[in-house]
């Protein structure tokens, strides 16, 4: 691919320069026209949104739809739960998840959207508070809302009025201002923001290598081969994995003894306290490798349906133990991100 | 609830064609009003605007506005230029046009249009326009046209209503809005000038500039005269007005088309619109044809729009 530079731009580029810094102009400009507009309507929303014991249920269509699917996005993420409605659903049946302790968003350049202006009876009967977002809050759903918002701003940057452009924007930045008040307000901690991303943390635990997370030297549950399980039960206690690694004299890694391997011990033999473990050993356990990642450890343990995983080196050598609940960030080994 | 005199939404400049046979008066204005009412959100008045020479024209003389208050529905906000040679005559003339509407007890809606720097430069303009405002008690709309400003060679040092000033004007509760007819640069800090007056409109008076990044406030358009329902269907959608899509795809055929038509037939009238709008009016028989002087450059985009629109 040949990367434009000034000798080979192509005929054309200043004109789409141009434009694209006039449609961004454009939408910063309807933003920072709201900075002024931000007043008591607004506070009292959010102040309504944060006592509110129910849920915030956002409900647009078109492109108010989108910016709100959006909206109800970041507000879930940040501590605030909430709904999307969407006014042809609601129509159908969806106008039931409205509670009389909900609060409903409704979003709306013009104001007079006709779906959404067929629900505010409902929503008015069920005793539900009404915020609305709009650029004309002469409008229909601006004056028959409980309180209403001005969205509006002072030019938009797409011709013919094709699609809302920067009266969008403005309405998602708006949005946004709602939710971090919200969690300003909410005094909402990394904790929380955690708890609302498993997704997120999670992604991240899968990349981690393994190196990062394994136990190490005297972490590591191992006996020896000629080991009596009596003592293989002490070193399987005192770990606490539920297992313990069985090295040869010479050979490393050659087996493992499981909680599992006990049981199956048990019924086998009488005195099972006195045998070595290589008689209830499994052999050849499965490894991984130190570079891997916690990705490939789950792949692993989930395929052969198993909870520990040997680590070896380049050269097979035994360098740590894995379990499940270490990939999870639940057991001895913790995350920080 | 009484009507704003400055709406949202699309103002149409009247053509206004001068009767030859009988200075002061113009043709086809019953026909013509009845064309655009459905339409449009406003009527503008302008005669310094379909004049051949914006230097040798008249004002609204008092029969046009009488005329033109008995013509138009009750409620069709109207807007007027006042426009003189001098502040004196400008404040002569709105005087005059408002003993025209007390004699009619007309109470409007209505707003006095005026292009401040046709006769006076930007120091001191905020003081000449609350003399003026004193004058009435109707609205006043600042018109800024640095084309027109250049075009009659005006010794002033600026073409333009300087941001800082427009931002002071604002202040006069009266100054309606401003029609803005320059660059979006101008028009985006006029824009942040005035958002200390939420009620203060910037209206765009280039049709192209409003049909490429169209201005909340609205449009005064000439062509609307040709196109009014195509005008009003690109306007409401541009100041997103108009929600209510049943059939979304329908809807973006409508608009593409509608503003396909719009921009052939300014591509066809852009060079003369004063000229030629009148012209094709009257082959369409909403006013009679008047005998000015068409160059062949403009028979040609009479004819153009004729095959394009044959009848209105």
């Not at chain 1, 809302?145 to 969205?151: H, K, R």
């Not at chain 1, 709602?178 to 997704?199: S, W």
Request: a neutral charge; aromatic letters at 4%; one cysteine or more.
């Amino acid at each position: 691919m040949v990367r434009p530079n000034k000798k080979n731009i192509r005929r054309g580029a200043a004109k789409i320069i141009r434009e694209a810094k006039d449609v961004l102009r454009i939408e910063a400009e309807g933003i920072f026209g709201l900075i002024d507009r931000i007043d008591s309507e607004f506070a009292e929303a959010v102040n309504w949104i944060y006592e509110s014991r129910g849920r915030v249920i956002v409900t647009g269509i078109g492109k108010s739809g989108i910016v709100g699917r959006k909206i109800v996005a970041t507000l879930n993420s940040t501590g605030t739960k909430s709904l999307f409605l969407h006014p042809a659903e609601a129509m159908h049946g969806d106008l039931g998840m409205v509670s009389s302790d909900d609060i409903v968003l409704v979003l709306s350049s013009s104001g007079e959207t006709e779906e959404l202006t067929a629900i505010l009876p409902t929503l008015k009967d069920l005793r539900t508070r009404i915020i609305c977002l709009t650029g004309n809050t002469e409008s229909t759903l601006g004056r028959n809302s409980d309180l209403t918002v001005y969205a509006g701003v002072e030019r938009e940057a797409c011709p013919l009025g094709l699609a809302p452009t920067a009266s969008t924007t403005a309405m998602l930045a708006l949005g946004d201002a709602i939710c971090v008040t919200l969690l300003n307000k909410h005094e909402f901690q990394l904790e929380d923001f955690r708890r609302c991303h498993p997704g997120g943390v999670l992604g991240e635990r899968l990349r981690v290598p393994i190196e990062a997370i394994m136990r190490t030297g005297s972490s590591i549950p191992k006996v020896q081969e000629n080991t009596l399980v009596a003592e293989a039960i002490k070193e399987m206690d005192a770990k606490a994995l539920g297992a313990t690694l069985v090295l040869g004299d010479t050979t490393g890694l050659v087996g493992i003894v499981t909680d599992g391997d006990l049981r199956r011990g048990l019924r086998k033999y009488e005195r099972l306290l006195e045998k070595p473990v290589t008689a209830i050993m499994g052999k050849n356990p499965k490894t991984i490798q130190v570079k891997d990642s916690v990705a490939d450890a789950l792949e692993i343990m989930e395929e052969y349906q198993i909870t520990v995983l040997a680590v070896t080196g380049p050269k097979d050598e035994l360098l740590g133990i894995i379990h499940l609940h270490d990939l999870l960030g639940k057991g001895y080994i913790k995350f920080t991100l | 609830m009484v009507q704003s005199a400055t709406p949202r939404g699309l103002i149409c400049s009247l053509a206004l064609v001068p009767n030859p046979e009988n200075h002061g008066l113009y043709l086809g204005l019953e026909s013509l009003v009845a064309h655009l009412q459905p339409a449009v959100a406003g009527l503008l008045l302008d005669p310094m605007f379909w004049c051949p020479d914006a230097n040798n024209c008249g004002p609204v003389s008092s029969s046009l506005l009488e005329e033109i208050i008995t013509l138009v529905p009750s409620g069709l906000p109207l807007w007027v230029r006042i426009t003189g040679t001098s502040a004196e005559q400008t404040i002569h003339i709105c005087r005059q046009l408002e003993t025209v509407c007390r004699h009619l007890n007309y109470r409007g809606p209505l707003a006095w249009v005026d292009t401040p720097l046709f006769y006076h430069s930007n120091r001191g303009l905020p003081e000449h326009y609350r003399n003026l405002l004193a004058e009435t008690e109707f609205n006043l709309i600042a018109d800024n046209d640095p084309l027109l400003i250049q075009k009659i060679g005006n010794k002033t040092k600026r073409n333009n209503i300087r941001t800082a000033v427009l931002k002071k004007l604002a202040q006069e509760p009266r100054l309606a809005g401003v029609v803005h007819r320059g660059d979006l640069g101008r028009s985006l800090n006029y824009q942040r000038a005035v958002r200390g007056q939420p009620n203060f409109l910037v209206y765009d008076g280039g049709e192209r500039s409003f049909l490429e990044r169209p201005s909340a406030s609205g449009v005064v358009s000439v062509g609307a005269n040709l196109l009014p329902q195509e005008w009003r269907t690109i306007t409401l959608s541009s100041l997103n007005l108009d929600d209510s899509h049943p059939d979304q795809a329908g809807r973006f055929r409508h608009l593409w088309e509608s503003g396909q038509r719009i921009r052939t037939l300014q591509k066809y009238y852009g060079h003369a619109p004063a000229r030629i709008i009148p012209a094709v009016l009257a082959a369409w028989k909403l006013v009679q044809k008047n005998g000015q002087t068409l160059t062949p450059e403009d028979q040609k985009a009479i004819e153009r729009i004729l095959e394009h629109v044959p009848e209105p």
